[in-house]
Each structure stands twice: as C-alpha cells, then as structure tokens.
C-alpha cells in the first residue's frame, strides 16, 4: 500500500468514524478535520492485516459496543478487544453489517407494533413516530410503496446516512429497489 492509498483509505476510515459516531451518539466527534491522526492509519492497517472490510470494521465495532458506552474514540477501535469483539460478532453472525443493520432496525420496528398497539394502528404510524428509535433510511425506504409524507419528514437525513455506507446502499438497493430509486431521483444519486 502506498502513501497515497494509505491517505485515501486514512479519510475514508475517519468519514465513516465521524458519521457512525453522529449516528449513533447524536453529535460529531471532531470540529475540524482528524483525518490523518495516526489512530486512522492504525484501523487501516488492522484492516489489511485481518482482511477486514474498513467501512464493515467500523460500523461493527460502533453496534456491538454496550449500550452504557457514550463515546468511543478512534484509538478504542484498534484495541485488541475491539478486534476481538469484531471476529466474535462475524464468526458468531457472519452477515454483512448492512443485513445486521436492516434485521435490528426490522426488530426495532416488531417491537413497537407489539409493545403499543393503542399507539399504533400500523406500520407507517411507528415510522412516522420521530420518537421510535429508527434510522431515517429504514422509515423513509422500508414501506412497500414511497410515502410522501416520510419522505418530507425523513429523506434528506435518510440520504445523508446513506452517503456514508456503500454496503448498506448495495443491500438496500437489492430489498427496496423502487423506493431507493425515488430516494435517489428527489435528493441526489449516489456515485456507485
């Protein structure tokens, strides 16, 4: 790997860091840009060296985290008990983070069906609901038909969290392709 690849795959890794850190605590780690902080350079190298996906590397590492953990640095991800809770979750699971994702969200959605049925009549009510705990590509993306109204409330924020995860545009564009294309036509069309 040469420098130059090593640079590019260094801002690619930070990216995927700083938006999974957004979506998951809610705010950006960083107010400027951290991208060749040698904790970046370590994550691409332990990539390489275990033969991970970097963008599934992370995303893992950020999902399967206890739930009392706020805030998890760039270094946290190249500890040896962040490798290891990595390969456990894969040789355990072994699904793509993008197909882990879709069936947590899925679950996520079952439960307020079933916990609140006098707050729910269907589906579309839980996606609507900005207090279920729902990723905005999962509401606006999930319906079998485009809905409007999720899309007013929902789509730019669905789009943005797309932007970052070529893996779960490629899982999600396969599950509902017409909805992902309507996405695509009214925000902007992603590059791959």
């Not at 069906?113 to 999930?142: C, G, K, M």
């Not at 899309?151 to 490629?170: C, I, N, T």
């Amino acid at each position: 790997m040469d420098d130059i690849d090593l640079q590019a795959l260094m801002q690619f890794a930070c990216d995927i860091y700083c938006k999974t850190f957004h979506n998951k605590f809610g705010k950006y780690p960083y107010k400027s840009d951290k991208w060749n902080h040698k904790n970046y350079e370590q994550i691409v190298k332990l990539c390489s060296k275990n033969n991970f996906d970097i963008e599934d590397y992370i995303l893992g590492s950020f999902y399967t985290i206890d739930k009392e953990i706020i805030y998890m640095t760039p270094r946290d991800l190249t500890t040896k008990e962040a490798i290891d809770r990595y390969k456990k979750f894969k040789s355990s699971t072994n699904p793509l983070m993008a197909e882990y994702l879709y069936e947590q969200e899925l679950k996520l959605l079952n439960i307020s069906l079933t916990n609140a049925p006098h707050l729910y009549n269907n589906e579309r009510d839980v996606l609507i609901n900005q207090f279920t705990p729902l990723s905005s590509w999962f509401r606006v993306l999930y319906l079998d038909t485009f809905d409007e109204k999720l899309f007013d409330l929902y789509g730019k924020r669905a789009w943005e969290e797309l932007y970052v995860s070529p893996q779960l545009r490629k899982y999600l564009r396969r599950m509902h392709c017409n909805n992902f294309k309507e996405l695509e036509k009214r925000v902007a069309v992603f590059a791959d």
